[in-house]
Structure formats: C-alpha cells, structure tokens
C-alpha cells in the first residue's frame, strides 16, 4: 500500500508552485547519522556518485567529508534510489542531512512511491523525521517520514 496517494498529493508535488527542487533535510543528527545514511545508500545497492568539485571520488567515511577544511569546495553525493529519480545530499552541516530531489522526476504514483520508500527507508535508519520544504525552505514542510506513524504523510492541505 502507498504511503500517499498521487491524487491527493499532486497540487503539492506540483514544480511550478512548489519550486522544482524542494529541500529535504534531516534534523538533529551527527557524523553517525550521516555515516548511517551513507552505509544505507551501499546496503542498499542504490547507484550513487560521490565528488569534490569536478573530481568524482570513492566514498569516503562521513568523519572525513565532514572535517573538511571550510575553504573546500562542498562536496556532493548523488544517489539514485531508482532509475530517474535522484536525491543530490550536500554535506553544509554534521548536524543536518540536507538534499535535493526534482519533482519534474517525481510525477504519478510509482515515482511518488519510490520517493516515499527513500525517505522511510532513510527515517527508519536513523529513527528520524525526514522533511521536505518547498524550494528555498523556510516554510512549513510539505510532506514527511512520520516516526511514529512509520510511513510518510502529508504536512500541508493541498
């Protein structure tokens, strides 16, 4: 069964009102946390692509992404949960996750599915709500990994 359902949802998953690259972070974690989600994208056989700048890179431990000196280019991590939908996390902070998705790849169901599923899957690693906010954040989150309702839901009325 869907956590959401495209028709109830697809308003707020819209690209032209909501922004085409909402932020999704993870709040209240650490280096562990981080090091769990980058165990989790392995674990899980996710294609992924890590670099610094042009330079594309092994994975590193996140102890060493994150103790960078704050001159460095940022790094990113590309993750494709599934082919044609792909998160971009950026390590800014040790005590936030924070990537991107495109909605233009997250329309109709099966898509809405294979979002829901990365976010829960990512929220049962480290028992933690994952948020996604409209485009240039700030606002009330749009949709979530609800920790005790163990599934994802709907933040905002359509």
């Avoid at 991107?100 to 790849?105: S, Y």
């Amino acid at each position: 069964m869907s956590d959401l359902v495209w028709v109830d949802v697809s308003q707020c998953l819209d690209p032209d009102s909501m922004g085409a690259l909402p932020d999704v972070r993870v709040p209240g974690v650490s280096a562990e946390g981080w090091q769990a989600v980058l165990d989790l994208v392995v674990e899980k056989g996710w294609r992924y692509q890590y670099a610094e700048g042009a330079a594309e890179l092994s994975l590193p431990r996140a102890e060493a992404v994150l103790a960078r000196p704050a001159e460095a280019e940022c790094p990113s991590l590309r993750v494709w949960p599934e082919s044609g939908v792909l998160a971009i996390f950026r390590f800014l902070d040790d005590e936030v996750i924070d990537f991107d998705v495109d909605l233009r790849e997250v329309q109709g169901q099966e898509r809405l599915d294979v979002l829901c599923g990365f976010f829960r899957e990512i929220g049962r690693r480290l028992g933690k709500a994952v948020l996604m906010d409209p485009e240039g954040g700030g606002g009330q989150p749009i949709l979530g990994f609800d920790v005790e309702a163990d599934r994802v839901v709907l933040l905002m009325e359509p």
